[in-house]
């Protein structure tokens, strides 16, 4: 244990000791240290000094009753500080990063937020001009842009009335183009369209010449944790390419949905 970082006995080492704790974790609650030698064929000398290793950094501890091996309490207060920053920020980024890359477009992360649609995060491309650019932190117009459907579409129907009279219903959602949704049970119509199919399109809502595409993040119980979405020029978003920019937005949102289906509840910046 005493060896240079790089020299083949620490990796050995640390590779059984590694599987002396998963060994423990996956048979225990308490096992004694013939029991994990002969399991991972193991010299019991080799065993019991991984052990006490361990059991130095509060990784694994002895049963002074026993005299059996069991986790120790400092794997649970690092799985809790793991869970903790598992946030969706963090979790969605690298599916961002690759969106953008795979599809040369901009892409965005969106979720719920007070009043609104809120951008947690977002990948600009080089090759698309934007002029209407949401900041991370601000909030889309949630009727007319891709992203802001697939979530709101989401939510429950007490959400979407406050998030519509935040936007001005009352006197007709806001026009952006000629292709606005600004009557409210045309956008309903639009939203129960978007449930069905599984995904959202902005057809130069909110900008002329651009278009998007987004997909909801949810749980495992059906709950919108979020959207994925990309935007580009119309004319990038037409027939066959249009079909591969629907299946790579959804193949992104699915893939951050299974990650974070273990922390439905970390909605919020890292």
Same mark, same amino acid.
């Given at each position: 244990?005493?060896?240079?970082?790089? $020299?083949?006995?620490?990796?050995?080492?640390?590779?059984?000791?590694?599987?002396?704790?998963?060994?423990?974790?996956?048979?225990?609650?308490?096992?004694?240290?013939?029991?994990?030698?002969?399991?991972?064929?193991?010299? %019991?000398?080799?065993?019991?000094?991984?052990?006490?290793?361990?059991?130095?950094?509060? !990784?694994?501890?002895?049963?002074?009753?026993?005299?059996?091996?069991?986790?120790?309490?400092?794997?649970?207060?690092?799985?809790?500080?793991?869970?903790?920053?598992?946030?969706?920020?963090?979790?969605?980024?690298?599916?961002?990063?690759?969106?953008?890359?795979?599809?040369?477009?901009?892409?965005?992360?969106?979720?719920?937020?007070?009043?609104?649609?809120?951008?947690?995060?977002?990948?600009?491309?080089?090759?698309?001009?934007?002029?209407?650019?949401?900041?991370?932190?601000?909030?889309?117009?949630?009727?007319?842009?891709?992203?802001? %459907?697939?979530?709101?579409?989401?939510?429950?129907?007490?959400?979407?009335?406050?998030?519509?009279?935040?936007?001005?219903? $009352?006197?007709?959602?806001?026009?952006?183009?000629?292709?606005?949704?600004?009557?409210?049970?045309?956008?309903?119509?639009?939203?129960?369209?978007?449930?069905?199919?599984?995904?959202?399109?902005?057809?130069?809502?909110?900008? &002329?010449?651009?278009?998007?595409?987004?997909?909801?993040?949810?749980?495992?119980?059906?709950?919108?944790?979020?959207?994925?979405?990309?935007?580009?020029?119309?004319?990038?978003? &037409?027939?066959?390419?249009?079909?591969?920019?629907?299946?790579?937005?959804?193949?992104?949102?699915?893939? !951050?949905?299974?990650?974070? $289906?273990?922390?439905?509840?970390?909605?919020?910046?890292?």
């Amino acid at each position: 244990m005493r060896r240079g970082a790089g $020299a083949p006995g620490s990796s050995k080492s640390l590779q059984k000791a590694l599987r002396i704790l998963v060994h423990l974790g996956q048979n225990g609650p308490e096992m004694g240290i013939t029991q994990i030698a002969t399991a991972l064929s193991i010299n %019991k000398t080799t065993a019991h000094r991984l052990l006490n290793a361990m059991e130095r950094f509060q !990784i694994i501890e002895k049963n002074p009753h026993s005299e059996r091996y069991r986790l120790g309490l400092k794997l649970h207060e690092l799985g809790t500080r793991a869970v903790e920053s598992r946030t969706l920020r963090s979790e969605a980024h690298a599916a961002l990063l690759e969106l953008a890359g795979e599809s040369r477009e901009s892409v965005s992360l969106a979720v719920p937020g007070s009043g609104g649609i809120m951008c947690l995060d977002r990948v600009d491309s080089r090759d698309t001009v934007i002029a209407v650019r949401t900041p991370v932190g601000a909030c889309f117009p949630a009727h007319c842009t891709a992203v802001g %459907k697939a979530v709101l579409a989401h939510l429950p129907e007490k959400e979407i009335e406050i998030i519509l009279a935040a936007a001005g219903a $009352a006197n007709g959602l806001p026009r952006f183009t000629a292709s606005t949704l600004t009557r409210i049970p045309a956008l309903k119509e639009n939203l129960r369209q978007i449930i069905q199919r599984g995904y959202a399109l902005d057809n130069q809502e909110l900008e &002329r010449g651009l278009s998007g595409v987004a997909a909801p993040i949810r749980t495992n119980e059906g709950h919108v944790l979020g959207a994925v979405g990309m935007a580009g020029p119309t004319l990038r978003f &037409r027939g066959k390419e249009l079909a591969k920019k629907i299946a790579l937005t959804r193949e992104a949102a699915d893939r !951050i949905s299974s990650s974070m $289906a273990m922390h439905p509840t970390a909605i919020r910046e890292s």
